[in-house]
């Protein structure tokens, strides 16, 4: 069992109907804001008049950031830091998903950066040491950025896709209500859903390393949340119950409540991040499309254990099978789930991504170290197997 | 499902060989200590001198408040206070159990009160806005004060025992290092472990409201966390992996990962305290005579189903059974877990007390509300028939 330091300053506000705090909790940094937000989702459902609303009340000066990309680029970042910059502002909201609270986090850090281009932060060629507050409003329970540190921002130049944990950079207050949520089209509560699974998979969950008990059992009960609610979510939008659930277990997965000193590569993300970057696809998607072929590459006897246990405790697979087959049952349950229960595509060719790029993207996903670490060690030539498994 | 507002600040260090950090830590807030601890168990286990020479090694000015009791007094406070008042004391330092650290998070109020007895503020006579900051050092897992806000001081001369939440008192930092725990004596470790297992049952588990599934499943794993290492560490008190689940276990059970919102009265914790206040037992041997005649006190058609779950998926009771006989079987249980497992003695008679003081008790366990509101209402004649229940 490791060490650990826990720390999570960002306060919550859960449920319906507690916006009436967000200009409060704004002012409380500042008298200028900046507020970002993505392709128009928030003025269908009502939620910008609401915000709007809401900063005018409290006498905030608003600038806003609209057009925050799915896969957010360091262009759009660049833009928001210059605004940053040029007006002087206190505090940024993001009011959307991961991406535009992600996007914010990499704003809030170059407007603290004497240069004016964020993708020096995010390669790590240049570094600060503080950052802009950030509050935000979440749409989509997907991600966990309304509460950690970290950020993924996409370089379409270069194809590069990368993350980060800037200091300071947990939202200061975040709003989380599961009716925001309630528009999510099934296809993107899937998508989310399986990102929920994949972080505590990839962070946590699958690791060669012991765990403190507790903590996995917990992980279980989150990853069995998922099972149960993302279903129900998929096909009645409106079910706050599966909503609250989803969106407090996206939040768990991410926000250091399940960590306990275990570091590793979060396998499954650095690979999935490769076809994000090359094709600009939906991120849970591809994680939904990867988990069970890594699963599958990486089981050995040394594996087998852990895989039949979480198929046990959280698929239904029958206790009773020995750890090889009771593995097995617990990955086919899986890709029952995801493919059929979930709904999603199961081939990388179904999403129109053939095998051109995956040696470039293989070389890529494994970094300069030329390995990903995680439940066992991947070198490039794993991760293009990994790749062709799901064409 | 209720709404709710989480934010915790509290920084913690977990694990083995932590306490290099310390003196760094402390001397964030300043530069004079007020170094509070209890009967000296601190010296037995070297750990009063790597606290001594990490506060020499950060240079700060240490006052130092031995002696806090295991029920805290509100002298004791009040003399905290006062040298923190005297001396310009900067921060608190609590190196002890939930007794301690409670203990300082009073001193933290009243050192920044303009009156000089902490019992104004206990009482709500007089209110505080702001708290000096608090580090601890935990040496027992028990109460969670060492990442929540809140405090127990007792009053021997009027037989009180209060408890309130003052602002921004959740420590700042606390250290847990589960061999800080190795020393623990088996009956103090039995009493603590149903301590954390109490907190859970009264302040979320057992409501009569909807709770967010995620977290009361969770709870249950909390809860079995319990079942399975408290008396592994009964046995064995140098066993690093017991210690360290019970250790988080006891954090969790109180510091807002498991609230959604249900906001109850404690029953069985207000009902112990009228029994340390009165007789200065051991507060958790308090709760385990206590909580499973409370439980056979409410039980109902109306409560038996949550009660029967409780057994099921935390004591492993035979899940074909019915609602009642399920219940039934859990609160057996739970008696044996106690008074079997743990080796507790069961009845209060055991303890000296007799029924002299039960009306008295009951009264003042219902406060000037007059009723206990939690898994069902309580007046003063249910709260007497209960504590008969446990001569």
Same mark, same amino acid.
Not at 35 to 42: M, T
Not at 50 to 55: E, I, K, N, S, Y
Not at 143 to 160: F, H, L, P, Q
Not at 355 to 368: L, Q, R, V, Y
């Given at each position: 069992?490791?060490?650990?330091?826990?720390?999570?300053?960002?306060?919550?506000?859960?449920?319906?109907?507690?916006?009436?705090?967000?200009?409060?909790?704004?002012?409380?940094?500042?008298?200028?804001?900046?507020?970002?937000?993505? *392709?128009?989702?928030?003025?269908?459902?009502? #939620?910008?008049?609401?915000? +709007?609303?809401? &900063? /005018? =009340?409290? $006498?905030?000066?608003?600038?806003?950031?609209?057009?925050?990309?799915?896969?957010?680029?360091?262009?759009?970042?660049?833009?928001?830091?210059?605004?940053?910059?040029?007006?002087?502002?206190?505090?940024?909201?993001?009011?959307?998903?991961?991406?535009?609270?992600?996007?914010?986090?990499?704003?809030?850090?170059?407007?603290?950066?004497?240069?004016?281009?964020?993708?020096?932060?995010?390669? *790590?060629?240049?570094?600060?040491?503080?950052? #802009?507050?950030?509050?935000? +409003?979440?749409? &989509? /329970? =997907?991600? $966990?950025?309304?509460?950690?540190?970290?950020?993924?921002?996409?370089?379409?130049?270069?194809?590069?896709?990368?993350?980060?944990?800037?200091?300071?950079?947990?939202?200061?207050?975040?709003?989380?209500?599961?009716?925001?949520?309630?528009?999510?089209?099934?296809?993107?509560?899937?998508?989310?859903?399986?990102?929920?699974?994949?972080?505590?998979?990839?962070?946590?969950?699958?690791?060669?390393?012991?765990?403190?008990?507790?903590?996995?059992?917990?992980?279980?009960? +989150?990853?069995?949340?998922?099972?149960?609610?993302?279903?129900?979510?998929?096909?009645?939008?409106?079910?706050?119950?599966?909503?609250?659930?989803?969106?407090?277990?996206?939040?768990?997965?991410?926000?250091?409540?399940?960590?306990?000193?275990?570091?590793?590569?979060?396998?499954?993300?650095?690979?999935?991040?490769?076809?994000?970057?090359?094709?600009?696809?939906?991120?849970?998607?591809?994680?939904?499309?990867?988990?069970?072929?890594?699963?599958?590459?990486?089981?050995?006897?040394?594996?087998?254990?852990?895989?039949?246990?979480?198929?046990?405790?959280?698929?239904?697979?029958?206790?009773?099978?020995?750890?090889?087959?009771?593995?097995?049952?617990?990955?086919?349950?899986?890709?029952?789930?995801?493919?059929?229960?979930?709904?999603?595509?199961?081939?990388?060719?179904?999403?129109?991504?053939?095998?051109?790029?995956?040696?470039?993207?293989?070389?890529?996903?494994?970094?300069?170290?030329?390995?990903?670490?995680?439940?066992?060690?991947?070198?490039?030539?794993?991760?293009?197997?990994?790749?062709?498994?799901?064409?």
């Amino acid at each position: 069992m490791n060490n650990f330091i826990f720390v999570n300053p960002t306060k919550i506000y859960f449920g319906k109907d507690q916006l009436q705090s967000l200009g409060a909790e704004v002012a409380r940094f500042g008298k200028k804001v900046l507020f970002a937000y993505g *392709g128009g989702s928030i003025k269908r459902i009502g #939620l910008y008049d609401r915000v +709007v609303a809401q &900063l /005018a =009340a409290a $006498g905030l000066t608003v600038f806003e950031l609209p057009g925050v990309e799915p896969n957010p680029r360091h262009t759009t970042v660049n833009k928001g830091a210059e605004i940053c910059k040029r007006e002087g502002v206190d505090v940024l909201l993001a009011v959307g998903g991961g991406s535009t609270i992600d996007a914010c986090k990499a704003i809030a850090a170059t407007a603290k950066y004497e240069g004016t281009d964020s993708w020096d932060l995010m390669t *790590g060629k240049a570094s600060v040491t503080d950052t #802009l507050p950030i509050v935000t +409003v979440l749409t &989509l /329970a =997907a991600t $966990g950025s309304e509460m950690d540190g970290g950020c993924v921002i996409s370089n379409v130049g270069t194809n590069d896709k990368l993350g980060i944990f800037f200091p300071n950079a947990h939202p200061r207050v975040s709003f989380l209500d599961p009716t925001n949520t309630f528009t999510v089209s099934p296809y993107q509560t899937a998508s989310g859903s399986v990102d929920i699974m994949s972080h505590i998979f990839d962070v946590a969950y699958f690791s060669r390393e012991d765990e403190m008990d507790m903590l996995r059992r917990i992980q279980e009960e +989150v990853l069995s949340t998922v099972v149960k609610f993302a279903p129900v979510a998929v096909k009645d939008g409106n079910d706050y119950e599966a909503r609250a659930n989803l969106m407090w277990a996206a939040s768990w997965a991410l926000n250091g409540f399940l960590f306990d000193g275990i570091v590793q590569d979060a396998a499954c993300h650095a690979i999935e991040h490769e076809l994000s970057a090359f094709y600009d696809i939906t991120h849970g998607h591809g994680l939904a499309i990867l988990t069970p072929r890594w699963l599958t590459y990486v089981l050995s006897d040394e594996t087998a254990p852990l895989i039949k246990r979480f198929g046990e405790r959280v698929m239904g697979v029958d206790p009773s099978l020995g750890p090889m087959e009771g593995a097995k049952a617990a990955i086919a349950a899986l890709e029952e789930f995801f493919f059929g229960t979930l709904g999603l595509k199961s081939r990388l060719s179904d999403l129109g991504i053939d095998d051109t790029h995956f040696a470039t993207m293989a070389k890529k996903a494994c970094g300069e170290k030329g390995t990903l670490d995680s439940f066992t060690t991947l070198t490039p030539a794993d991760v293009e197997a990994i790749f062709r498994m799901c064409l």
